[in-house]
């Protein structure tokens, strides 16, 4: 995939350079929701985004018996499931969470499921991501494995198919990796030829990493027809002749998650079973992994939000030098950092989630059936995902390793639950595309909606260049709440259309093999979608709850655009320095301090104003 990106890059910044047509200015957006990319080049007012805050109480009810479910079922039973000693015990917490109507929630009504919009499928990821290596097994059964029947299949598949997945009766996986080929997923060698009499496909080759592989009925399996350019795709079913697995991978990691080779030797899959269109399989996978990216920064989430709580509860219990550590404000200054880069990642992430469903809300009303609106809305949000999946991943990583250190040596210890915690994490960071692909796969896609006509992104680079030889505005600044934290994210996006479009002049078509600097640029848009997400949160809430009922919110808002700066000033100057020469090259990086500079806070004071509302609460609380 990464080669296809570069050769992707190539001709977007060759038609970038003699097609662009300069469009819109900056805009202003208060009624609608924003189509992909476009935070970048326009305003959002608050009103206009969902906020986790706003959960109703059916959504509600389904988080919380999806908590229960992990309380009774997986919690207690954690070192069990680590130990693979039972190849039962997963398959059956999959059964009972089919019971409880758990694998079914955005399952169409027809097939056995609960027909739920995408924000609510997504809680229902973000509340079961806490569950450790069941974590893993459920969202490979119920995207990976189940998603691709479910949007590609014909009628008969979908009915033969989707029903006994809803209830768990059948575990799904999906074959997709192969050992010469990760990344880039089309290379791979596995093949089917058609049978002499036509009713078969033949299907030989080796699948690697394939979670739930030791237990699933039903793989949907990628692999090339004869000498085709692009992959079809196959459901296959475990119990045809010719389909083994190996023994399962013993991993740093989820320990507990079935991870195994999947071998097809002559295997004959009848022609019916074909999913989709012959050579149709590679954008299948392509938008499963965006549905993907999105679902494993809500699991990240959720993983989070435990590490924080057992970090809240540990620095309560534990005592020093006759006092809990919880009031020391070393500690303090953790578990507020740990609570700002989840929130912040929570903000973003369902924010876009009720933007995907807005948009499928929008094609079905057009007229497209709901499948085909879910997989455009989800498509048009793809560069969103991929930068979720990088921040939600991070975040959980960083939350895990504070986590660690405030439990100390105990921390280290396996009878601790965040040395599981810390161990179980660092998979996400390469699950669903490595985080480095996902950095250059998100300026591919901003960049191909630009070339397409359907984002404007050099018409304000070219409006932020000018205003590069223009006198700063030294006008008294707004001190209304967070008016400062308003100004600070208008110029962070300013800061990066300056590099991106000096990037794009600058080096043409040879942008596509500089992958540090499409990186650099990748950063920026990863922290401006944040916090410009947690800024519209706090907004959000004032309005629905007043400031102080949302003092901790706003502190957390505040740090993170504050930190948000720096990061995105030390990327943008990175970038600038490896391609930008002489007058220019200062003239841009006296931009990016004036566009990066932001009013100082107090962060002492709003690290414990934040740490202190969570060791009040014993747990993460926001």
Sequence with gaps: MLNNCEETLDSIVYNLLSNILLRNNMETTTKSALKGGEFLIKETHHADIFIPEEWNEEQLMIAQ????FLQAEVFPRLDEI?????PELMPSLLEKAGELGILGISIPEEFGGFGKDFVTGMLTTEVCGAGHSFAVALAAHTGIG?????????????????????????????????PSSGSDANSGKSKAVLSPDGKHYILNGQ???????????????FAKIDNDENLSAFIVERGWEGVTTNAEEKKMGIKGSSTVQVFFNNVKVPVENMLSDR??????????????????????????????THSVKYANEREQFGRPIAKYGAIKHKLAEQAIRSYAVEAATFRCSQNIEDAIAQLEAGGMDHIKALLKGVEQYAAE???????????????VDEAVQIYGGMGYSEESPVARAYRDSRINRIFEGTNEINRILTVDML????????????????????????????????????????????????????????????????????????????????????????LLRAKKLIDLRGESEAAAQIAMARMFIYDAADRINKAGKDA????AEGDEHRMMLMGLKRFTKVEPVNGKELRRLIADKMIEKNEYCF
């Design 65 to 68: 018996t999806c908590q229960d």
């Design 82 to 86: 680590d130990s693979m000693k039972n």
């Design 146 to 178: 189940t998603l691709p029947i479910l949007y590609y299949g014909n009628a008969e598949q979908k009915a033969k198919y989707v029903p006994k997945l809803a209830t768990g009766e059948w575990k799904a996986a999906y074959c997709l990796t192969e």
């Design 207 to 221: 699948k690697m990493w394939i979670t739930n592989g030791g237990f699933a009925d039903v793989y949907t399996v």
């Design 279 to 308: 050579q149709n399989g590679f954008k299948i996978a392509l938008n499963i992994l965006n549905i993907g990216r999105i679902k494993l920064a809500g699991a990240a989430l959720g993983g989070a939000k435990a590490a924080i």
């Design 385 to 399: 995902a991929a930068i979720l999946k990088v921040a939600g991943s991070e975040a959980l990583d960083f939350a």
């Design 447 to 534: 960049l191909k909606k630009a070339m397409k006509g359907e984002l404007d992104l050099m018409g304000p680079a070219m409006k932020v260049a000018g205003e590069l030889m223009e006198i700063p505005d030294f006008s008294e600044a707004d001190t209304a709440t967070l008016a400062a934290e308003t100004a600070a994210v208008k110029n962070f996006k300013k800061a990066l259309l300056m590099v991106a479009g000096s990037a794009v002049q600058k080096l043409a078509t040879q942008m596509a093999k500089e992958q540090e600097i499409l990186m650099n640029i990748a950063d920026m848009a990863i922290q401006i979608y944040q916090a410009e997400s947690v």
């Design 576 to 579: 600038l320095n490896s391609f």
